[in-house]
């Protein structure tokens, strides 16, 4: 086998079947699903942060690519808001939506190269702006702030559930799948994308630090997403481009249903 066997389209694959145990577990922990299954569960994120810095590089159309990651995160926020009303499962949570998480590092992605052009063209008013517009993932987490404060104690129940869907619809740096961290590694991925062992390092040295943090997480297993990501040859594949999109809401919905039905 060739050291360098994974074009893009067949790491996001292996990080899909990986996807899928994960959420088994998440899903049925309560029906005896092995504690492995999150285990390896952990290379998910890192290995589609790196397979989306490789995407945003190559795309054709960015402002496309980031309207998607958008319409597939509203959508995600009002399927999963529907799925909860219709199947209640009081010990199921189904705050998924990795999608949110993909459009603020493509935020960032792009915030990178609009500082990186202000840099190298010296142009202090790009520079700025470029500084500045980090700043707004953070700034749309108030209204989600404002969703879990007191606040919303003074406003009718229904106004409430209104007012919490209109706040989780809008991606922010703060309340994400993956937080914060993975916004950090994804836009590593991206600033180092030429630079494979740079980004290992990242990837190692943060998994590490996760590590001394809590040792009780598994998190720290991320780490071995290094080996697929040093198999990765730097071509396309086939590409397959709609269907995680469509697979990734609907095997969460499938396993939520089939757990809630079974619990009952």
Known sequence: MK???????TTKNVATVLMVFDHIY????????????????RLVFPLFLFTSAESFHYTSDRKKYLQRLLVASMAMVAMSTLVKAILPNKGLALEYNAFGTFFVVVLYMLFWDRLAEGIKEKETKKIVTSILLCFVPVVAAIPELLAVSSFVDRLPVGLVHIFELFSRMIPNALFLEGGPV????????????????S?????????FLLFLYDRTSPQWMMGFAAFPLLMYNGEKGKGMKW????????????LYALSTLLSK
């Open 182 to 197: 993975m916004i950090a590694l994804g836009l590593a991925f991206y600033i180092f994308r030429e630079q494979r062992w």
């Open 243 to 254: 269907f995680f999109y469509i697979f990734y809401p609907a095997h969460i919905y499938a």
């Open 3 to 9: 050291a360098k066997c994974l074009d893009s389209t």
């Open 26 to 41: 998440r899903m049925f922990a309560g029906f005896g699903a092995p504690i492995w299954f999150i285990y390896i569960g």
């Open 199 to 207: 980004q290992v390092g990242i990837l190692v040295g943060l998994s």
